[in-house]
């Protein structure tokens, strides 16, 4: 799967010099080739649980592991920080191949695919609400808000709202639209990574045997969720009915790479998919192990969190969490800072119109920088879950055998 990586980073570091800076900050990160995810399910939006939270729609993840595609349910997240909005994700065929694009935060809603998520996202930006000085106010009209208890409120009805239920941009049957100069520029703003939260989602969804597509038909039982990563309870909605039907592309296993070769561009970085999951070793590391397994920061997901401790000393297991809590703050804040400034250089040498000598420097700095962040980080949390593992009892001494 390593290998697989590799093909994939320098297919899409090759790629981007061809694409315009643009369309660069909302990164290809992950890949399916062959078949699009099905179409997106019909389901009804939870009620908003109070100020601040803004909505993320749900989207078909792709699994390497069991190589299907899963649904992670959408959900109402806080956003970051006072003015941002949420980009959702799509997916994209491109270069003869489908790629994910990951969402982001930022100042305006930019292009995502064309896709129609409904609840204010039907295609081009967003209708589901806007930010007025340091208050969010939702628009009724398309979003579930009690007004009992969110009282910033306003209603705009929507005329031409886009309720396709394809899931995919461009290929065979994919939305047929293109970005806008305005969405274009609205790229090139500060943005903010998904959060610890969507990420913590993510797994949660993937964990779910339910919600793969080979299992509910495209019809998934967790649609949507009030918050992140409360799968259960009464705030829980499924789908009413599938977007359409269901039908993968036989024997797709041997089937899912660009160009029929099976060791051809296969997306062990996933986005929805811990980083350290999977080895570097055996065949197919062959002579790239010493290459670095990430490109950029922006290819890398946080570290999935510890269990929490259980040493059977409540004292120690809350100072342990504490712990856990700060370094992992610690690291997500360095992974936003190096994404941040790697976005930076890109957009610096596209202005400079660098040569490709230069370029490739700047690529083969930002891989340095990725291995050796991603390294630090996994030797910190592999040295405090040594500290944290519980002291060890020494057996008692067994009693002397009596003499006969």
Known sequence: MRVALLICSLLLAVGSLAIPAQSRAQVAVGISVQF???????????????DGYI??????????GDEGYYWVPGTWVEAPEVGFLWTPG??????????????????????????SYGFGYFGHGYEGGRWDHDRF??????????????????NTTIINRN????SYNGGDGGVRERPSREEESFSRERHIAPVSAQHQHIQEARGNRELRASVNQGRPPIAATQRPGSFRGSAVVPAREAGGRYEPPPNRRGNNNAGGNNNAARPDNNPNRPPNAGGNSGANSGNRSDRPPFAHAREITPHDRP??????NPNRDQKYSQQQDRLYSKQAHEHQKLQQKQEQDHQRITQQNANEARRQQVEQRHQQQTQQMEQRHTQQQQRMQERQ????????????????
């Open 36 to 50: 699009g995810p099905p179409a997106l399910p019909v389901y009804e939006q939870p009620l908003c649980p109070g």
């Open 55 to 64: 909505w993320t729609p749900g989207y078909w993840a792709w699994d390497p």
């Open 90 to 115: 799509y997916w994209g065929w491109e270069r003869g191949a489908f790629f994910f694009h990951e969402g982001y935060w930022g100042p305006h809603v930019g292009w995502y695919g064309g896709i």
């Open 137 to 154: 106010y939702y628009n009724r009209s398309v979003t579930n808000v009690n007004i009992t208890e969110v009282h910033n409120v306003y």
């Open 163 to 166: 309720e396709t239920r394809i």
């Open 307 to 312: 269990a929490p401790p259980s040493t059977g």
């Open 389 to 404: 593992q519980p002291p060890r009892q020494n057996p008692s001494p067994k009693p002397p055998k009596e003499k006969p």
